[in-house]
């Protein structure tokens, strides 16, 4: 970057980040400091708040929600410092042309506007509004949060988790690939944050059915192996003890072999006496 545009960049940053703390200030909402990823999203409870966003960044929130709830949430960004006119020294336009979006996610991460119909669709929005009106403004609505038995129920039809747990929320300010801003400038976010609906609890019936504990169930006794001859023979409900079957053959073959050899003694005797 030239030396005249790096002068430029550094005033601009000075310009933008003294109104960003006077917005916050007036915006009369709680000022959080949102995280850089899922991780370290703050816990965020139904209110107003003030946060900033980077070009080119996401900042993430999480909301705690039960089944029966509906997470609302309203994304204001201040642009009202960014310069629009094309004629002017400072104008940037990647900074001027910033993709702003509000998404809601799961307590798995998901995306949740990724799953088609329903209010599914309803649960990211673009953050949009005139360039002359200073600020853009978008609302994204989740589903209604099912119990683990209904999204466990075999006629359950979604990919999504609508879960009770955590919800997250995220805000991003995209710039283009192609023409990146130059200008790391940090624009003041306001969030509405509205539950609706009254927490509801899990079916009894679901409750019940869960597995529980294993409980160890007593063993029959096992009958007393044979023993001595009797091993060695099988029985329709018995089978004989292999080692002693291996053990009785090699008894025969030793037997065998000594009768053998004593008929062939005789045999070569027999012929000595003979000749």
Do not use: C
Not at 56 to 79: I, M, N, P, S
Not at 139 to 153: D, K, M, N, W
Request: no cysteine; glycine share 10%; aromatic share 6%.
């Amino acid at each position: 970057m030239s030396a005249p545009r790096t002068v430029i960049a550094m005033l601009a940053v000075g310009a933008l980040a003294l109104p960003a703390t006077a917005a916050a200030q007036a915006g009369g909402g709680k000022a959080v400091v949102g995280g850089g990823s899922f991780n370290t999203a703050p816990l965020l409870a139904p209110g107003s708040y003030t946060d900033t966003v980077a070009a080119g960044e996401t900042v993430y929130w999480k909301v705690r929600l039960a089944k029966g709830q509906v997470l609302q949430v309203k994304a204001t960004v201040d642009t009202s410092q960014i310069q629009t006119d094309v004629t002017a020294h400072d104008y940037d336009s990647a900074l001027v042309n910033l993709d702003y979006r509000l998404d809601l996610f799961s307590p798995l991460r998901e995306q949740l506007s990724e799953e088609s119909g329903g209010t599914y669709d309803s649960a990211s929005a673009r953050i949009e509004g005139s360039a002359d009106a200073g600020a853009k403004t978008g609302t994204a609505t989740g589903p209604r949060v099912l119990g683990f038995e209904q999204i466990l129920a075999t006629d359950y039809n979604k990919d999504k988790f609508p879960a009770p747990g955590e919800w997250y929320v995220s805000v991003n300010a995209a710039d283009s690939a192609v023409a990146p801003t130059d200008v790391p400038v940090e624009l003041p976010v306001e969030l509405d944050v509205q539950v609706m609906g009254q927490p509801q609890a899990s079916s009894a019936d679901f409750a019940r059915s869960l597995p529980g504990p294993q409980k160890q169930q007593p063993t029959s006794p096992t009958p007393d192996a044979p023993s001595g001859p009797a091993a060695l023979f099988a029985s329709p409900d018995q089978p004989a003890d292999p080692a002693l079957t291996i053990a009785l053959v090699a008894v025969i073959a030793l037997v065998g072999g000594l009768v053998l050899g004593a008929l062939a003694m005789v045999v070569l005797g027999l012929g000595r006496r003979r000749t």
